[in-house]
């Protein structure tokens, strides 16, 4: 890699990484009392996809082992925020899916969220925010293959 590309490459994932504490902290702070960011993710994910998933689905969708993904479900159900049950077609499989105490939870979380998300739109402008997801999800498709 040449100096320049290496620089450029160093800059990138300088600024990735600086955001990702950023929002990881202000997440912390606006979120429920006694929500994490995991949970708040799974809860967001179960919301938008509807139905079931097994924990194996969602440890592979947050690049997370399965061991972290049922730790996270484990205190998901223990909040009331989500029902686990087996798979009735196979007996090893469990199946995951939102409460309504879960969707009130995440509900709440998203308006607390809502003000920063509106603001940084607002702040960058909707085309360059339109702009900038394609390669974020390029990056982010290119880094989890690897």
Known sequence: MTDDK???????????????????SWLTRVLPRGMEISHFSVLNSLSWHGGE?????????????????TNTLSKLEWAGYVHIRP????ARRKMVAISPAGRQARDAAVNAIAPMISNVVDELGEEQVRATL??????????SQG
């Open 53 to 69: 998933r097994s924990p194996a689905q969602l440890a592979e969708t947050f690049n997370v082992t399965r061991g972290a993904m």
């Open 134 to 143: 394609p390669i974020l999800r390029a990056l982010r498709r290119q880094l």
């Open 6 to 24: 290496n620089t450029l490459a160093i800059m990138l994932f300088g600024e990735l990484l600086a955001a990702d504490q950023s929002v990881r």
């Open 87 to 90: 798979d009735w077609d196979d």
